[in-house]
Structures are given as structure tokens and as C-alpha cells.
């Protein structure tokens, strides 16, 4: 057996099968309804109930009690912050992620701020979720074990990293009972907790007023807002799984509007409830924390005293374990989302185009690879404390948020539509109250930590800038090739040199599109050999990517396009006299593909030679290496050691070819 049929055969075993592009059905089998996508993306915001009302309760100190008005403040928060982007849903029914709307709504730099930040916040959602649930394995464990927590966490993201390679679909479905067992193990919890202490409604109400009371008489009303304030803030991650919907609405099941506004409401009600529930509980059962142990693990233990004991260490073990699973499936928000992102700004020329990319599993690997591997290296810096990463989380989250609002607030009032003014309402009081938040965390966690996370954002926008600045000066040089291009073709038809009839060989041109680039490289063929070739074939592989891959309609159109733009290269060749045929495909995987047509080609023109014409920079450096396609040249390497021959053409674009 070769080599290369082991590694195809281990690439399947690990990654799946690859799909079929002329599947009707394919975007219907790898979407998800609302329930899988409650699973999928809104399992982010429910996760946070492990560590945000957690760290939210710890902030208050010795004021428990005001944990209550918190409570309050995150079901309010919750319902405008949902209710703002159902209407986002409705106004960006194939995708309204804060990128796209802060693109189309304010303008691209704005876009580009947005885009930083929620790349930032995906890494750190991975991060944290994966850490957080760390944290739950090892409350079960005895402290010998806990140096093993960082080794875990970091496996846990690679494991996460391979499972969303394989596809979407596939990596929510192995989650779907773990997050229901924790929706039940919590909702027992919380009703438990609650149920106990009704009969002590009076006592609780009296310790809860005077807790209070003794709050203002030592920090005074200034103090305890500000306390309230930084308690409301080291949980504001809770709300990130709101801005994944809305950007997920691509893996949604058609209807996907309708559907993504049932998955809003499922994930806005759980969260609200099981974040309102678990303060509550933590407040009457006045819970402290324990060292190695998450204060859920506290609470339950504390429920299940009195239970029998393998029935309460079974409960605790359950929820722990499901908590645990939950974790990782928030961060699938990260993987399903932040590649997302990335393909998008890839698109828009913000980052190279090899992150719109997709695989033959149909997923932004490149896009999944780094930010798998940027996650693991904050949880390595960070030791995995889930105390450090909560400080770097949150900002990003809430200045998406006011962008989008902000976007939304002018649009309803450029557009005036029908009930204009409820939009605007809607969105007006979203805006008053993310920007609120924004301002209050920038102020109160700048100097922890969270200038860190403002540092990333503004490096990643610095770099985005630089990239696009790039591909906008190639794109310019570019044109030039494209430039009279009728004109090119008749100088150059005239010069053709054909060989004897009967005697030439077969030329097969690997081309892009009917271009610039294509043409001067086919007129090239016979300048540099002479009276050699009297045949072509024209080879042209359409790339099916982030962009193309909307919709069966979309799929079809690409198909249309490269058959036309072979049509014409074929017209060319034959008004040049030789004989002329095309052959073209369309793929994810544009480097096999075009081997795979080779190889079958070979077979028919034995003699032929491979042609590819490639672009050449007078400066050449480690960008312009990155940031464009060198496919031809992993091409020319494949082939020569098949023995086939194959000539690159360089291309000046720095100057206008004659």
C-alpha cells in the first residue's frame, strides 16, 4: 500500500468522509435546527452560569445579599440585549454577526474594530469555556491530582480543535445529551435550593434587608454601585452566547430567520433563568467559597447533605460531569463562529484569503487550526486560572454590542420603514444599555488586565490594516494585466507559430479564470516555445468557499461561471488555430482537484506538458509569499516527482507586460 492511500485513508478515519458538492441535500444534512443550534451556539451564554455567577458572587465579599439586585440586572440585560438582535436576525436573514452588521450599517473601518474584537473574545470563549470546565472535573478530584488541570485543559482544546474539523454537525450532536442532562441537573438544583428555604421566607428576607442595610452604612451608596458595578462586570461574559445566534444564522436549518429567532429564545430564557436561579441559590444557601472546588460544586454538596450518600455523591458527580461537557460545548461558539469571522474579513481583504477556504468537511479549517492554536497559547500563558481570563474577557463582547446597536439605531432612522420607531426603540434602549456597560468595564477592569485585551484588538486591527493595504496595491498592479485585454489577444493571435501537422504535442494550462494573468500565460506558451504545441487543454478548478458556499444557488452559479470562463479560453485557442478543449471542476480543494484532472489527462495526451502561469513581485518577501496563492509551486513539486513536466511562467505585475 503507498504512502499517500495511508494518509488518505488516515485523513478519512480522523476527519470523515468527504462530501459530495453535487449533493442537493448537502446544506440541509450539515445544518442545524433550533434545538441543535441551542446546543451548538447558545450553549456559550449558558455555559458562563459555571463561572460568571461564580466570580459575580465572590466580588461582593461580605455583601452576599446584594446579589440580588445582580440578578435582576443580568434577566434585564439579557432581554433587551435579545430582544435588540432578533431584529438583527430579521434585517441580516443569511448571517448578522457584529462584523457584517458594523460593516454594512456604519462602514468598514468600524467593521474592522468590530471584527477585531469579536476574534478576540472567540479565543478567549475557547479558552475560558475549556478552562472553566477543567475546573469542574477536578472539584471531584483530591488536590493531589490538580496539577494534571493544565495538561487536561490544553488536550481538551486540541480535542475540540479535531472534533470541529470534522464538521458542525457532527461535533454538536455528541453534545446534545450531556447539555440537556446539565439543563436538568441545574434546574434540580436550583428549584432544591430555592423549595428549602420558602418555609424561612421571613428569616431569609430579614438577613437579606439587613445585609443590605449594612452595606450602605459602611460603603455608603456611591460604594455599593461601584461594588455592584465591578461584581456586574467580572460576569459580563455571560452574554456572549446572544452575538453567536445572530453570526451563526449560516448553520441554521431553513427557515433560518425563524430559526434562529426560536434558538434566540430558547438560549435568552435558559440563560436568564439558570444565571437568576444559581445567584439565588447561592444567596439563601449563603455558600462559601472552597478551595479546589467551583461554587457549584459547593452548592450541590451543600443541597445533598442529607441525602443518602450514594444518591447525593451520584447528583453531584452527574452535575459536575455535565457542567464539565457543557464547557466544552460553549467552546464551540469559538470554533463555529471565529473561523466564520475570519472568513468573512478574508473575503473582505482584511485578512489573506486562505482563511475563507474551505475543506472537503466543508469547514474553514485554516480558520478552526488558528484559533484551536491561539486559544491553547493564552491558556498556557495564563496557567488556565480562570480568575486571569475572566479579566481579559467581556470588554470585546460589549463593544460589539454597542457597534451593532449603534448600527441598527442608524439604519431605522435612514430607512424610516413601517414601525421605524419601535425599531428604533428597541435598538436605542440596546445601545444605551451595552454602551453603558462598555464605558463601565473599560473603567473599572482597564488597569486588571483589560488593557490586554484592548492591546490584542488594537494589533490585530493594525495588522488587518496592513493586509488589506497590501492586496489593495496588488489589486491595482493586477488590473494592468486585465487591461485591453481584446486588445492583447488580437496583437498576439497574429504571432502564433504552429508545428507541422501531425507533429506538435499537447499544452495543458492550469488557469484561474479567463484573465489577465490566464491569456498572457497561454500567449506565452508560444513566444518562449515555438512551432512545439498544436493543442490545449485548458484546466480551471472553481474555489468553493465561505463565500460561494451559501446555497445550492450560489453553488450552481459558481459551476456556471467557470464553464463560461473555459468556453471563452477554448474560443480563444480555436481562433488561434489549435485544437482546443477544457476541463474544470469545482472543489474545495482546489490542489487535489487540479492533480486529480491532471492525472486523468495524462492518460489521454501522453506527451503533454503542464503549464501555469504564476505572479511575480520585483520585492518579494514573506508577505507576498503568505498573502497570495503559490498553489503552482506545491503543483510543480507533486508533478516533478511524478516525473510530469511542468513550466511556470512568471507574470511581472509590477510592470505592464509588453
Known amino acids: 500500500m503507498s504512502r499517500q492511500s495511508i494518509g488518505a485513508r488516515l485523513r478519512t478515519w480522523v476527519f470523515g468522509r468527504p462530501r459530495d458538492l453535487n449533493d442537493r441535500t448537502l446544506l440541509h444534512k450539515i445544518s442545524l435546527v433550533a434545538v441543535l443550534a441551542w446546543v451548538g451556539l447558545g450553549a456559550d451564554g449558558l455555559s458562563s452560569s459555571c463561572y460568571g455567577p461564580e466570580e459575580t458572587y465572590k466580588a461582593l465579599g461580605a455583601y452576599p445579599a446584594l446579589a440580588l439586585?445582580?440578578?435582576?440586572?443580568?434577566?434585564?440585560?439579557?432581554?433587551?440585549?435579545?430582544?435588540?438582535?432578533?431584529?438583527?436576525?430579521?434585517?441580516?436573514?443569511?448571517?448578522?454577526?457584529?462584523?457584517?452588521?458594523?460593516?454594512?450599517?456604519?462602514?468598514?473601518?468600524?467593521?474592522?474594530?468590530?471584527?477585531?474584537?469579536?476574534?478576540?473574545?472567540?479565543?478567549?470563549?475557547i479558552s475560558i469555556s475549556v478552562a472553566s470546565g477543567g475546573d469542574a472535573l477536578f472539584s471531584l478530584l483530591s488536590a493531589d491530582y490538580h496539577q494534571w488541570k493544565l495538561p487536561f485543559i490544553c488536550g481538551g482544546i486540541a480535542f475540540m480543535t479535531l472534533i470541529n474539523l470534522r464538521g458542525v454537525r457532527e461535533s454538536v450532536l455528541m453534545w446534545?445529551?450531556?447539555?440537556?442532562?446539565?439543563?436538568?441537573?441545574?434546574?434540580?438544583?436550583?428549584?432544591?435550593?430555592?423549595?428549602?428555604?420558602?418555609?424561612?421566607?421571613?428569616?431569609?428576607?430579614?438577613?437579606?434587608?439587613?445585609?443590605?442595610?449594612?452595606?450602605?452604612?459602611?460603603?455608603?451608596?456611591?460604594?455599593?454601585?461601584?461594588?455592584?458595578?465591578?461584581?456586574?462586570s467580572v460576569g459580563a461574559g455571560t452574554y456572549t452566547g446572544i452575538e453567536a445566534v445572530s453570526n451563526g444564522l449560516p448553520v441554521l436549518r431553513e427557515p433560518q430567520v425563524e430559526t434562529g429567532k426560536r434558538t434566540m429564545t430558547l438560549m435568552g430564557l435558559s440563560l436568564a433563568i439558570t444565571v437568576f436561579g444559581l445567584l439565588l441559590a447561592y444567596?439563601?444557601?449563603?455558600?462559601?467559597?472552597?478551595?479546589?472546588?467551583?461554587?457549584?460544586?459547593?452548592?450541590?454538596?451543600?443541597?445533598?447533605?442529607?441525602?443518602?450518600?450514594?444518591?447525593?455523591?451520584?447528583?453531584?458527580?452527574?452535575?459536575?460531569l455535565s457542567a464539565t461537557a457543557l464547557l466544552f460545548i460553549a467552546a464551540q461558539a469559538g470554533f463555529l463562529d471565529g473561523p466564520r469571522v475570519l472568513a468573512?474579513?478574508?473575503?473582505?481583504?482584511?485578512?489573506?484569503?486562505?482563511?475563507?477556504?474551505?475543506?472537503?468537511?466543508?469547514?474553514?479549517?485554516?480558520?478552526?487550526?488558528?484559533?484551536?492554536?491561539?486559544?491553547?497559547?493564552?491558556?498556557?500563558?495564563?496557567?488556565?486560572?480562570?480568575?486571569?481570563?475572566?479579566?481579559?474577557?467581556?470588554?470585546?463582547v460589549f463593544l460589539t454590542f454597542t457597534l451593532s446597536q449603534l448600527g441598527m439605531c442608524v439604519h431605522w432612522i435612514k430607512v424610516r420603514r413601517?414601525?421605524?420607531?419601535?425599531?428604533?426603540?428597541?435598538?436605542?434602549?440596546?445601545?444605551?444599555?451595552?454602551?453603558?456597560?462598555?464605558?463601565?468595564?473599560?473603567?473599572?477592569?482597564?488597569?486588571?488586565?483589560?488593557?490586554?485585551?484592548?492591546?490584542?484588538?488594537a494589533g490585530i486591527?493594525?495588522?488587518?490594516?496592513?493586509v488589506r493595504r497590501h492586496y489593495a496595491h496588488s489589486a491595482r498592479l493586477i488590473r494592468r494585466l486585465d487591461a485591453d485585454l481584446d486588445a492583447l489577444t488580437?496583437?498576439?493571435?497574429?504571432?502564433?507559430?504552429?508545428?507541422?501537422?501531425?507533429?506538435?504535442?499537447?499544452?495543458?494550462?492550469?488557469?484561474?479564470?479567463?484573465?489577465?494573468?490566464?491569456?498572457?500565460?497561454?500567449?506565452?506558451?508560444?513566444?518562449?516555445?515555438?512551432?512545439t504545441f498544436d493543442r490545449c487543454v485548458f484546466v480551471h478548478v472553481g474555489a468553493v468557499d465561505a463565500g460561494s458556499f451559501k446555497g445550492a444557488a450560489e453553488i450552481e452559479r459558481l459551476r456556471e461561471s467557470t464553464d463560461e470562463q473555459m468556453r471563452r479560453f477554448v474560443e480563444l485557442g480555436r481562433n488561434c488555430g489549435l485544437q482546443a478543449e477544457a476541463a474544470s471542476a469545482i472543489s474545495t480543494e482546489v490542489y487535489e482537484s487540479l492533480l486529480?484532472?491532471?492525472?486523468?489527462?495524462?492518460?489521454?495526451?501522453?506527451?503533454?506538458?503542464?503549464?501555469?502561469?504564476?505572479?511575480?513581485?520585483?520585492?518579494?518577501?514573506?508577505?507576498?509569499?503568505?498573502?497570495?496563492?503559490?498553489?503552482?509551486?506545491?503543483m510543480q513539486r507533486e508533478l516533478c516527482r511524478q516525473g510530469v513536466p511542468f513550466v511556470i511562467i512568471p507574470i511581472n505585475v509590477d510592470q505592464k507586460a509588453a
Open 461 to 466: 486591527v493594525l495588522l488587518a490594516s496592513y
Open 176 to 232: 446534545a445529551p450531556v447539555f440537556f442532562t446539565f439543563l436538568a441537573t441545574h434546574a434540580v438544583a436550583i428549584l432544591i435550593a430555592i423549595g428549602l428555604h420558602l418555609s424561612e421566607f421571613t428569616s431569609v428576607t430579614e438577613r437579606t434587608s439587613g445585609q443590605i442595610e449594612l452595606a450602605h452604612a459602611e460603603l455608603g451608596l456611591g460604594g455599593m454601585f461601584l461594588l455592584l458595578l465591578r461584581a456586574f
Open 490 to 531: 488580437c496583437a498576439e493571435r497574429e504571432s502564433i507559430a504552429l508545428p507541422e501537422p501531425g507533429h506538435g504535442r499537447t499544452a495543458i494550462l492550469l488557469c484561474n479564470g479567463f484573465n489577465g494573468l490566464g491569456v498572457r500565460t497561454y500567449f506565452s506558451i508560444f513566444r518562449m516555445f515555438p512551432r
Open 283 to 320: 444567596m439563601l444557601v449563603n455558600v462559601e467559597p472552597v478551595e479546589g472546588k467551583t461554587l457549584n460544586a459547593v452548592l450541590f454538596e451543600s443541597i445533598t447533605a442529607g441525602w443518602p450518600a450514594w444518591l447525593g455523591d451520584g447528583f453531584v458527580l452527574v452535575s459536575l
Open 344 to 396: 468573512n474579513m478574508a473575503q473582505d481583504r482584511w485578512f489573506p484569503s486562505r482563511f475563507a477556504t474551505l475543506s472537503d468537511r466543508f469547514v474553514a479549517r485554516n480558520g478552526i487550526l488558528l484559533m484551536g492554536v491561539a486559544a491553547l497559547a493564552v491558556v498556557v500563558v495564563t496557567d488556565g486560572i480562570v480568575g486571569v481570563l475572566v479579566i481579559l474577557y467581556s470588554i470585546n
Open 596 to 634: 486529480e484532472i491532471v492525472e486523468k489527462l495524462r492518460l489521454t495526451h501522453p506527451d503533454g506538458v503542464v503549464f501555469a502561469g504564476q505572479l511575480s513581485f520585483q520585492r518579494e518577501t514573506f508577505w507576498t509569499r503568505w498573502l497570495h496563492n503559490y498553489i503552482v509551486f506545491a
Open 69 to 125: 439586585f445582580i440578578a435582576f440586572a443580568c434577566v434585564g440585560t439579557i432581554a433587551v440585549i435579545c430582544a435588540s438582535y432578533r431584529q438583527i436576525i430579521e434585517l441580516f436573514p443569511t448571517g448578522g454577526g457584529g462584523y457584517l452588521v458594523a460593516s454594512k450599517l456604519l462602514g468598514s473601518r468600524a467593521g474592522l474594530v468590530s471584527g477585531s474584537a469579536l476574534l478576540v473574545d472567540y479565543v478567549l470563549t
Open 418 to 457: 413601517p414601525r421605524w420607531r419601535h425599531g428604533l426603540l428597541v435598538n436605542g434602549l440596546g445601545l444605551i444599555v451595552t454602551s453603558s456597560i462598555l464605558v463601565a468595564l473599560c473603567a473599572i477592569k482597564f488597569f486588571e488586565g483589560g488593557w490586554i485585551t484592548l492591546a490584542a484588538t
